[in-house]
């Protein structure tokens, strides 16, 4: 289900423009939930599912980061330009400039990432934190997706590995969304709205390919040396954990939030990947709305 926007619009962020949609009113009396979306290089558009929390009277707030969506996109800056602290001070520029003050926050995958990043520095409005399908390290991402790799049929992981090879693109395309079809989103075909991500990706990948890379088990950008793992401890609000049972962030990527973070519990999704608000869409929304609403 989703639901509508209250509220678009954009906000300066020094020369550029962050777009954002609000469901539900910001002065309803409830926090609202900011939501992070995932890439580095997404957008918004694929969980748009989690509007439906504003059912409840919470508004949810979603946006697009810098280079993604409907924000301004700047394909000519290279990896000098695009950092973790660009996308924590857009965040914060965002908040200040919505005037919100007491806030939840759910990032998904790379934006749990982010997500922790800005819980580690401890904001004083920050009432609870949500990390979806998120690694600890890209160390530990990049152990558990050569995993997953290793476990696939002969054909499509040999396919993988000659991907450079002149006739091996149409095999390499082919076993790629393959894992994707196990390790991202079981629902297939995507949805609407997970096309629409996967569309303006393709349309710019510039956010993608720098500080990831290629795919989704080929980390060889400015993230491939990124730990949150030795500070985790510094997060100080309570914090729900989720993964899926077949997701691309595997436990051992995903285990030390819940171990290291002091107020952390850790759901997972039985029947999900990357993507339980999709796969598992009504246990999802009511594990995180009921999480929000014991911290409002």
Do not use: K
Request: with cysteine.
């Amino acid at each position: 289900m989703i639901l509508e926007p209250d509220r678009v619009g954009t906000v300066p962020f020094g020369p550029f423009e962050t777009w954002y949609r609000i469901t539900g009113a910001l002065d309803s009396g409830l926090a609202p939930l900011i939501v992070l979306h995932g890439g580095p290089g997404s957008a918004h558009d694929y969980l748009l599912s989690l509007s439906a929390l504003a059912l409840g009277g919470r508004p949810v707030l979603h946006y697009d980061q810098l280079g993604c969506g409907h924000s301004t996109h700047l394909p000519d800056r290279g990896a000098e330009f695009w950092t973790v602290d660009l996308f924590l001070d857009e965040l914060d520029n965002l908040l200040e400039r919505i005037g919100i003050a007491d806030y939840h926050l759910l990032g998904q995958s790379w934006g749990g990432m982010l997500a922790g990043e800005h819980a580690v520095r401890r904001p004083q409005g920050l009432r609870s934190l949500v990390i979806s399908n998120s690694p600890v390290s890209m160390e530990l991402w990049t152990a558990g997706t050569d995993e997953l790799v290793r476990q696939m049929p002969e054909a499509e992981r040999r396919a993988l590995e000659h991907a450079a090879a002149a006739d091996g693109a149409a095999a390499a395309a082919a076993a790629t969304t393959a894992f994707y079809d196990r390790h991202v989103c079981r629902v297939v075909p995507n949805p609407p709205e997970v096309r629409a991500t996967v569309a303006q990706q393709e349309a710019d990948p510039t956010v993608y390919e720098v500080m990831n890379g290629p795919n989704e088990f080929t980390c060889v950008g400015t993230l491939r040396t990124w730990t949150i793992v030795e500070r985790l401890s510094r997060i100080a609000v309570p914090t729900l954990v989720i993964s899926g049972h077949h997701d691309e962030a595997t436990p051992g990527a995903v285990r030390p939030w819940a171990e290291r973070v002091p107020d952390a519990r850790w759901e997972v999704f039985a029947d999900s990947s990357h993507m339980p608000f999709i796969e598992e869409p009504e246990r999802y929304r009511a594990v995180v709305g009921e999480f929000l609403a014991a911290h409002d």
